[in-house]
Each structure stands twice: as structure tokens, then as C-alpha cells.
């Protein structure tokens, strides 16, 4: 078993900087993280669904290109779909989305050891149904990663949201949650009181991400906190997704992506995740260098001094 499984959307990323044309980038949450796993090293699969058009092309090249292959039945008749992001003057973005998610039937193969999956992907109907169903039937087979990355514009009412997004957390091994996530999610709340809260009901681990504040690693031996390298921001796309492709990737190097082995972090000194966060939040920082989702590859990760 050596295979991680991303399930979710693919898509073009149109990005709207002051004072320059709108420039395209492929993106979509689980396909970043397919692609920042994929130039780590890691064999990854993508099930997606990509339109037979330009932008779709573009996509597949890209993703082929860093060593991701796509699941049978990943690109289809409709219209790759599209995430309008504006950026602040700090290179902050926000989205506006033009996008349908629908799945057939999922089939995980036996060589299958991690499931990832987040976003949109595990939200919106009808596709959203789908991949709840999968991580449940999953959860003692396989590890299985999640990363809400809301969207509160394609996720419906905050309550409802709320309670998916926590059933799928119950059910995973790794979260990754950014303070953003739970500002909308959970307004007024205290994020390391509902991240500690999260990772009680579930999880062998879930990490708070807190921008250019670093990030929060919650097992249940303890908190540790790793703060985030100064640089200078190209802008912030995928920066979350590739602090994510580096946590998976990190465990992956500990020997800890695997069912059998995943249950060490419920009894590890809370100290042992400070080279694990420190790794992602490394590949993070080198992402947020670079004009649109583009994770490093081992070999620029080894070059990248912040």
C-alpha cells in the first residue's frame, strides 16, 4: 500500500491583482495538495473532474507535469471550472466560484494508504454526499487527512456547514484548520478551544494555521507551536494546501502515513511535532514567494533559505 488518494475539485484560478491584468492559474484546494504531495516525492492519485476544454488541458498538463495522475473518469464533457480570486495589497485573496462537483461511483484501490480530501469537494452536493460516505467506510482502513478550507459562498448556512464539516473530522486522522476557517465557522470562539475540542472527538492530530503567525499542532499529549519564516509575499494561493501536501509529506518521511502506524501521534511527546510543523510550514512560506498555487519540489525545498 503505497498510494495517497486526492479526492476533490481541480480547477483554473483567475486572479485579479491591483494594478495588473487578470493572470490564470490551475489550482483548486485537493489539487494543490495532489500537486505539492507529487513534487515531494510522494505517489499520489487525483480524483477529480476536469473539463475536455483549454482550461481543462492546461490543468491535466500541470498536474502531469509534477507526477500526479488522475483517476479514471477524472476529466469530462463539462466546462472546467473556475475560482475568481482578488487579491488585497497584501496578496490576500478572496474567491468567487464557478463550479459543479459530481461524482460516480468511487472505487479505492488496495494500493490506496491515505485518503486526502477538503474544501469544496466534501461540502457541496451533490458530490459532497459521496465523499462523506467514502471517508466513513474508510476510516479504519486507510489514514484520512481533511482540511475544511471553507468557502462560505458554495457551503450554504454556517450551521449546517458546521455540523458536515465535524462529522468528517470525527472521521479523519489529520486536520488542518486555518483561523479564518473557524472565525466563519465558529464566530467568537476561541480557535485552539475548538481545535482541542476537534481533535478529542477524532483525530490523532489537527493543526491551527495562523497565516504569517506560523501554526498550532494539537495532539493528545500536548500543544506545540511553530512560528512562520519572514518573507516577502507574492501572494497567499495555495499556501494552505502546501502547508497541508507538507504535513502529509512529513509524516510520510516519519513513517507515520499508514494506518497501522498513524495512532503513534496519540502518544508522542507533543515536542516530537516541531519538526513536522516546522517542515510544512517551511513549504508554506516558499509558496507564498511565488505568483499562484507553485509548491516547491524536494530539491527547491532543500535550496529555499527564508
Known amino acids: 500500500m503505497d498510494e495517497v488518494l486526492v479526492i476533490g475539485e481541480a480547477l483554473v484560478d483567475i486572479v485579479h491583482a491591483p494594478g495588473r491584468p487578470p493572470v490564470e492559474h490551475p489550482g483548486g484546494s485537493p489539487a494543490n495538495v495532489a500537486l505539492g504531495l507529487a513534487r515531494l516525492g510522494v505517489d499520489t492519485r487525483l480524483l477529480t473532474r476536469i473539463g475536455d476544454d483549454a482550461r481543462g488541458r492546461s490543468i491535466v498538463d500541470h498536474l502531469r507535469g509534477s507526477g500526479v495522475e488522475l483517476t ?17 495589497a497584501e496578496g490576500v485573496a ?103 475540542a476537534w481533535r ?47 504535513l502529509l509529506h512529513g509524516l510520510d518521511r516519519a513513517g507515520l502515513l499508514d494506518a497501522a502506524t498513524i495512532g503513534q501521534l496519540r502518544t508522542q511527546p507533543a515536542e516530537n511535532l516541531v519538526p513536522l510543523l516546522t517542515h510544512a510550514v517551511k513549504i508554506a512560506a516558499y509558496t507564498c514567494t511565488q505568483a499562484g498555487a507553485q509548491p516547491p519540489t524536494l530539491r527547491e525545498l532543500d535550496a529555499y533559505q527564508p
Request: net charge negative; charged share 20%; aromatic share 2%.
Open 72 to 88: 479514471e473518469g477524472s476529466i469530462t464533457p463539462d466546462a472546467t471550472s473556475t475560482a475568481t480570486a482578488r487579491l488585497d
Open 200 to 246: 478529542a472527538s477524532g483525530p490523532a492530530l489537527v493543526v491551527l494555521t495562523r497565516g504569517g503567525a506560523g501554526a498550532v499542532g494539537v495532539t493528545a499529549t500536548g500543544i506545540v507551536e511553530v512560528a512562520a519564516p519572514k518573507i516577502t509575499v507574492a501572494d497567499t494561493v495555495g499556501a494552505g494546501d502546501s502547508l497541508m501536501s507538507g
Open 94 to 196: 478572496s474567491y468567487d466560484f464557478a463550479l459543479h462537483w459530481a461524482l460516480s461511483d468511487i472505487v479505492v484501490s488496495p494500493a490506496t494508504r491515505a485518503i486526502h480530501t477538503g474544501s469544496i469537494a466534501a461540502t457541496l452536493s451533490p458530490g459532497g454526499d459521496d465523499v462523506l460516505r467514502l471517508v466513513e467506510k474508510n476510516a479504519d482502513r486507510v489514514v484520512i487527512s481533511y482540511d475544511p478550507n471553507a468557502r462560505p459562498a458554495l457551503m450554504g448556512s454556517r450551521e449546517a456547514a458546521r455540523e458536515r464539516i465535524e462529522r468528517i473530522v470525527r472521521a479523519s486522522d489529520v486536520v488542518k484548520v486555518s483561523d479564518e476557517d473557524l472565525e466563519w465557522l465558529t464566530p467568537g470562539a476561541d480557535p485552539l478551544q475548538v481545535v482541542e
